[in-house]
């Protein structure tokens, strides 16, 4: 087989090797069923069984209570954008958005088609480079919406963000779920695409309080309103069962990492073998400000975008692959997702101390 490499790619993003090999051995036959997991029913007792262990897996690692449905969707996170206001925004109502990305902004731009958007806290005067320290809330939100890890410009937020008393917060977790203990009762409603942390694409994972979900309007497409799917067991039409599946895989795989604060120390550590080098480094220089570094996307710039250019072609045929930052922001960006290995960050850098020895 082909060697694999060390895959910076942003998403979809590195998988754990093991997992990759347990779905190629069900490919062909789930268990000792003789028809591969792609091939099941959706309304076979195999997948049921599938799908009810995803979600008990998905309850253990992250202490998820009956208070919350767990929905496997379809349609990306971008989906969420509008189906979150869609469902939970009245036109006279007024939603608050913390705008630290293009993620953010995209959600908050779907929120304007159906009520007032108010923008509490935004990090925009200084390219996203940081996560606000302080908000201001309209009176009543129907919700706080915030985007926990900024994926192109590589912040992330601490700890959720401190919201008025009573409100629902709501949080798209795309690039960072899983990454590090979680307390999901903080949250209304929590989701994720699934091609960073969770799996392959087409699947996203939404985490919604069964009480915040009965508020939902009933007058929409049946596709588009929650309850629908959390009714149908997330079977109203058929689900993407593969992904469903091989996110079951990636669960067990965290839990046998120790779980969510294992994964998390993991990560610190991870991310701190490129930070440490970084903030050292007298070529390359980390663009997130210190107090609000992501442990997924690692961003950083030597500051001339030729030596850039330069950087991400050598890395590129040195065997670091996806090091090129998003084409909104340029320079590089290291996604280390909780599949990426430590050992490949440390590669990089002994790999960055060369090249800033030759080029320097
Ligand atoms: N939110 C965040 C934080 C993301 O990083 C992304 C994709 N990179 C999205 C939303 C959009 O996800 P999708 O492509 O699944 O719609």
């Known amino acids: ?3 694999r490499i060390n895959n910076f790619s942003a998403g979809p993003a590195i998988l754990p090797v093991e997992v990759l090999e347990e779905a190629r051995d069900n490919m062909l036959s789930l268990g000792d069923t003789g028809i591969g997991i792609m091939e099941h029913s959706h309304r076979g007792k195999a997948f049921i069984a599938v799908l009810e262990q995803v979600e008990a897996d998905c309850r253990k690692l992250a202490n998820i209570s009956d208070d919350y449905s767990i929905l496997f969707l379809q349609g990306g996170a971008s989906s969420q954008f509008f189906m979150v206001p869609m469902n939970f925004l009245e036109p006279t109502q007024t939603a608050d958005y913390l705008l630290t990305g293009s993620w953010a902004q995209k959600a908050a731009e779907q929120a304007t088609r159906y009520g007032k958007v108010h923008t509490a806290a935004s990090s925009k005067d200084r390219n996203f480079a940081y996560i606000p320290k302080t908000a201001t809330y309209s009176e009543k939100p129907a919700y706080v919406h915030f985007t926990s890890n900024n994926t192109i410009f590589g912040t ?13 917060l709501i949080c798209d977790a795309s690039s960072d779920i899983f990454c590090r203990p979680l307390d999901v009762s903080k949250y209304g409603m929590i989701y994720a695409g699934a091609q960073k942390n969770l799996g392959p694409s087409g699947v996203t994972l ?11 309007k009933t007058d929409l497409p049946e596709m588009l309103q929650y309850r ?6 997330s079977c109203y039409n058929t689900p993407p069962t593969f992904g469903i ?12 990492q120790g779980g969510l604060e294992a994964v998390g120390a993991a990560n610190t550590a991870k991310a701190n073998v ?11 220089r980390a663009t997130a400000d210190a107090d609000s570094r992501s442990l997924m996307n690692v961003t950083f710039v030597t500051g001339k975008e030729d030596v850039d250019n330069k950087f991400i072609s050598e890395a590129k045929k040195a065997g670091f692959d996806g090091l090129k930052g998003h084409r909104s922001v340029g320079g590089m960006r290291a996604s280390i997702y909780n599949a990426f290995p430590k050992s490949g960050c440390e590669e990089l850098v002994a790999f960055m101390g060369d090249f800033e020895k030759k080029n320097g």
């Open 1 to 3: 087989m082909t060697k």
């Open 156 to 168: 992330q937020w601490a700890k959720e963000p401190e919201t008025p008393k009573g409100s629902t």
């Open 206 to 216: 939404v985490i919604l309080r069964k009480d915040l979900m009965g508020r939902g």
């Open 228 to 233: 629908i799917h959390a009714d149908n067991e």
């Open 245 to 256: 599946y091989f996110m079951g895989l990636v669960f067990k795989w965290i839990l046998k």
């Open 274 to 284: 490129l930070y440490q080098y970084l903030d050292k480094s007298s070529m390359f």
